[in-house]
């Protein structure tokens, strides 16, 4: 009875897991706020991506190599597709195995609204990240990151 | 043993799914959050039928006596419409392609419909192939008037899975048809011989047969940006013209002009860089430049930078005759302005942008009367909600509107014209 509850158990956690995996969460205007609480006192960077952005590839690449070396919650990827694009999100972050981050999706019909309640200064362009210290002081950058500059930054923070 | 951890999975996985798609349906419902999908009472019903409000990136172009033609995306289909009361009311939509396909069609992304003197009507869009960012240019005609269509056929040669998208299509003075698409080959080719090459290219090909078939395809140019749509446009003799996002040196994203000739040779001196914004990016702009050519050829350009010079939408004034773009200034700078439009009429000329004001998106509009060295306050036209694609403008005679296609209005025409 016991064996069969154990079972039953680590299966509810296994199937939950698993399908936790395939579900990226829908980024509302609350949701950045919502992701800075979550690490009070912590360095992390907010990386920015699309489906329909070659350059961002490249990002996801990148991350790939160097996810390793960020802590737990060190690495946010929010996809500025519409949610209707979840699944090619999805497919795309399981290629580059980076589904098990802390991964989000725009889901509001006027992505402006989102893109101005993660940054007023942002106009959109792909692939944007944003490097926050302990402090939560916070500097973007637009295009693809290098290498070294992702890797000094971990260095100096994770 | 193992069957019933598996029925018991599937047991869990199906309660799991139960549960997302009641909330994706309470999502879809309660606050229309993360879907394009029209919100019209009238689109909402299961039996809706196909029409420019229900479907995706509807685009509009008037014809003789004021009809106006609309082609639309929905349900892997283009369809064409069209309305004589300007866009109140629609006549059942004809199918272009009979067999459904993969369309892309997200504003960048959509069908365009050119008529021809004769009364044809050329269709052309963009059909989704299986690779990433992969796509195939798909052209149709029809010669009576719309009430059938020609088989679809692929206008690009090149036929590898890779893209050869975000198509624009024009007339010349002859009537030949042109299409100008954004094509991966060279770049591919590049990759397999261990070379670099920056952006991707652009090629086209030209109908000289009222669009029975293409000539073979030619490149424009090297270099261009992946993922901008062309803007297109006739001269005062009806050469076309196109306009798009280049990669200069050093990944400079600024914008190139030229002559599109309807010989199988390039034109000399083409293309000319046409904006100087300093905007190195090694990212995806996704926002293409626009165009109108007044009646002594300059180039009338509207167009999205984040340079080190000028940032937001800016208008300029570019003539071919010293190469030279002039009268730059920024439309807007506020980084929820987006999608600048320009049209010359006689001698104003208009520009219209999307901009985010609270929680809604308004259309503005600028007019100039001085060949656009002074600008009218921006005057807001329209406003929505929810989502919005991008506006446009259509002319006829000497009105001119612009159409707007919206979550929870449909397709709108509004009247600018003093």
């Not at chain 1, 995996?21 to 690490?39: C, D, H, M, V, W």
């Not at chain 1, 929010?78 to 989000?104: C, G, R």
């Not at chain 2, 009364?119 to 796509?135: F, L, N, Q």
Request: charged share 25%; net charge neutral; proline share 5%.
């Amino acid at each position: 009875m016991i064996k069969k509850s154990v079972i039953a158990l680590t299966l509810l956690v296994v199937c939950s897991t698993s399908f936790a995996e395939n579900t990226l969460k829908p980024f509302y205007s609350g949701s950045l706020a919502q992701i800075e609480k979550a690490r009070k006192g912590q360095a992390f960077v907010v990386v920015l991506w699309s489906i329909d952005c070659p350059p961002c590839l490249k990002e996801l690449a990148l991350l790939q190599q160097l996810k390793d070396q960020f802590s737990e919650v060190g690495l946010v990827l929010i996809a500025a597709d519409n949610a209707e694009y979840t699944d090619s999100a999805q497919a795309l972050l399981t290629e580059f195995k980076l589904e098990k981050m802390d991964n989000w999706i725009f889901a509001d019909s006027t992505p402006e609204r989102l893109r101005y309640s993660i940054d007023p200064a942002w106009y959109g362009e792909l692939p944007r990240a944003y490097f926050y210290d302990k402090s939560h002081q916070r500097f973007s950058h637009s295009g693809s990151l290098k290498k070294a500059q992702l890797q000094k930054w971990l260095l100096a923070t994770q | 043993m193992m069957k019933p951890l598996l029925n018991t999975c599937a047991a869990l996985l199906l309660v799991s799914i139960a549960l997302v798609t009641t909330a994706q349906a309470k999502m879809a419902h309660g606050n229309h959050k993360g879907s394009n999908k029209s919100l019209l009472a009238e689109c909402l019903k299961p039996a809706a039928l196909p029409s420019p409000n229900c479907g995706r990136v509807p685009t509009a172009v008037f014809g003789p006596k004021g009809k106006l033609y609309v082609v639309f995306s929905q349900h892997g289909h283009i369809y064409l419409t069209t309305s004589d009361d300007k866009g109140k009311t629609f006549q059942s939509s004809i199918v272009v392609n009979r067999k459904p396909e993969r369309i892309y069609d997200d504003g960048e992304n959509r069908p365009k419909i050119v008529l021809g003197k004769s009364g044809e009507i050329y269709v052309s869009w963009t059909h989704k192939t299986p690779g990433r960012y992969s796509g195939d240019v798909r052209f149709s005609r029809s010669l009576d008037g719309g009430i059938t269509f020609n088989t679809p056929i692929t206008v690009n040669s090149d036929r590898a899975i890779i893209s050869h998208r975000f198509e624009s299509m024009s007339l010349d003075e002859k009537g030949r048809v042109y299409l100008i698409w954004i094509d991966k080959r060279d770049k591919i080719k590049a990759k397999e011989n261990q070379q670099k090459y920056a952006g991707v290219s652009l090629y086209y090909a030209v109908s000289d047969n009222s669009g029975e078939s293409f000539r073979p395809n030619q490149k424009l140019v090297d270099h261009s940006c992946e993922c901008c749509r062309i803007a297109v446009d006739q001269d005062s003799a009806g050469r076309v013209v196109a306009l798009w996002r280049h990669v200069y040196p050093d990944n400079i994203r600024d914008h190139a002009i030229a002559y599109v000739s309807p010989e199988n040779s390039p034109i000399q001196g083409m293309p000319i860089r046409a904006t100087d914004d300093a905007w190195q990016i090694d990212g995806c702009p996704h926002h293409g430049p626009d165009l109108s050519i007044d009646s002594e050829n300059r180039a009338h350009l509207a167009w999205f930078t984040q340079g080190e010079k000028n940032k937001g939408l800016m208008y300029g004034r570019f003539d071919f005759k010293n190469e030279k773009t002039s009268l730059v200034h920024s439309i807007d700078n506020s980084p929820s302005a987006s999608r600048p439009q320009v049209q010359v009429m006689g001698d104003r000329i208009y520009l219209m942008w999307k901009k985010l004001n609270g929680e809604q998106i308004d259309l503005l509009i600028s007019r100039s009367s001085d060949e656009g060295k002074n600008w009218s306050k921006p005057e807001m036209i329209a406003t929505t909600k929810n989502g919005s694609d991008h506006p446009d403008w259509l002319v006829h005679d000497d009105e001119l509107y612009a159409s707007w296609h919206t979550q929870s209005e449909g397709l709108r025409l509004i009247s600018v014209t003093e």
